[in-house]
């Protein structure tokens, strides 16, 4: 299948796959293997690098593994995708294949917490200065470029507050000044948003969001066009960074059905996010798709479409009333992660993460995850919240 002919759902059927190698099954087996055997010396002494046809040793994959590399390079329009063993795996593994000590590094006031954490704490005992940008400067990022700059991190949107950068231009500053830009693409994912075809060098996915989809497995992904693909693999290889069999078998699985389920999050993700925007109980709510988001232009010119992940802010309320609304709500849960089957609803302190920029909105951020029931539903469970939230404040 020559992949670049088809469209992306037909990509999520087909990439990746290779029954003939698989006794027929259309779905790969799961290898449980560390050592590999070879029958003669000439294979023993072959000089393969992964994603190799055949297996060498259980760290360096499995077809398992080679099946889903194949199924997101493809979805993504990379020249290569590794998969690894977590999001954050992911992430430093990208980061540690350009940075030596002395180089620096900008990233975003709205990064993802874990990504903040490494730069100032780990980069920092390196010798690696990490500059705090703010996420909606644009092409002004040129002014924080220094001949050292070696990454532009960037992240879209944050996953908290939602700010909408303008990837192009970042990438377009980025690389004047000869850095690499590395994008967090897993609110988008590769359906939404094809980060290479907007200047991004390397994407960098939680799989464990909505690749995995079913929030049973913890994975990560980094993908990457030909000038970088031999420095990524020898980070990974060098981290030692392996993934097990079952976990890249339920991604791929997972992957088989994104494109559906991500429809399906979209839709409620506007409907509850339209929902919420008419409630007196809400201060703002931040989503892309919305027309009267700050980020909206942006979002339109750059994105195909917008996953279930969106946040509000409810008007000035008591801690009390918050908790009243959220631990009585009957089908969304509580919880960090998100990108499964269900719902959920985070109230959250991005306040307390930020050194550039204030989030001070006038009260509680909540962080929405819209799963596949029923919309209706959904709405019915929020305003009994509400009457909750209300009845305790
Ligand atoms: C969850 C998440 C990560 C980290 O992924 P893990 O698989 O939990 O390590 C990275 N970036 C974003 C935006 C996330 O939401």
Redesign the pocket.
């Known amino acids: 299948m020559d992949a670049r002919t088809k469209r992306p759902d037909t990509l999520l059927t087909h990439a990746g796959r290779h029954s003939s190698d698989w006794g027929g099954a259309v779905n790969p087996p799961v290898y449980h293997v560390s050592t590999v055997l070879f029958d003669t010396m000439e294979e023993l002494q072959a000089k393969v690098a992964p994603p190799a046809p055949r297996m060498r040793y259980g760290r360096l994959g499995t077809p398992t593994s080679f099946a889903f590399e194949e199924a997101v390079a493809a979805i993504e329009g990379a020249d290569r995708s590794i998969a690894l063993p977590?999001?954050?795996?992911a992430?430093t593994a990208a980061m540690m294949a350009f940075l030596k000590t002395g180089d620096h590094v900008l990233i975003p006031d709205n990064v993802?917490g874990?990504?903040r954490s490494f730069c100032l704490s780990r980069l920092a005992r390196l010798g690696i200065e990490t500059t705090v940008y703010d996420p909606l400067r644009g092409a002004a990022i040129a002014e924080l470029m220094r001949p050292n700059t070696r990454i532009v991190y960037t992240?879209a949107p944050g996953?908290q507050t939602f700010e909408m950068p303008d990837i192009p231009a970042i990438a377009k500053a980025a690389h004047a000044g000869d850095a690499v830009v590395i994008l967090?693409n897993?609110?988008a994912t590769p359906i939404y948003f094809q980060p290479f075809a907007h200047g991004v060098d390397v994407s960098v996915h939680?799989?464990?969001?909505y690749m995995v989809g079913h929030s049973d497995a913890?994975?990560?992904v980094i993908s990457t066009i030909p000038a970088h693909r031999a420095a990524l693999e020898a980070s990974v290889r060098d981290f030692g960074f392996s993934v097990s069999g079952d976990d890249c078998y339920l991604a791929l699985r997972g992957l088989r059905t994104m494109g559906v389920r991500l429809a399906r999050h979209q839709e409620s993700g506007i409907r509850l996010a339209r929902w919420l925007a008419d409630r007196p109980e809400v201060r703002m709510v931040m989503h892309p798709a919305l027309p009267q988001d700050p980020g909206h232009q942006i979002w339109s010119r750059d994105f195909t479409g917008a996953s279930g992940l969106f946040g509000f802010v409810l008007q000035p309320t008591s801690d009390k009333a918050v908790a009243a609304m959220a631990e009585g709500l009957e089908l969304f849960g509580m919880g960090y992660?998100?990108g499964g089957f269900e719902s959920l609803f985070l109230p959250c302190h991005p306040e307390s993460m930020r050194s550039v920029t204030t989030w001070d909105p006038g009260g509680t951020t909540v962080r929405v995850h819209a799963g596949l029931e029923d919309a209706d539903d959904l709405i019915a469970d929020l305003e009994a919240g509400f009457a909750r939230l209300k009845a305790a404040g």
């Open positions: 977590s999001g954050l795996a992430i993802y874990p990504t992240e996953s967090d897993t609110w939680a799989a464990t969001k913890m994975m990560g992660s998100w």
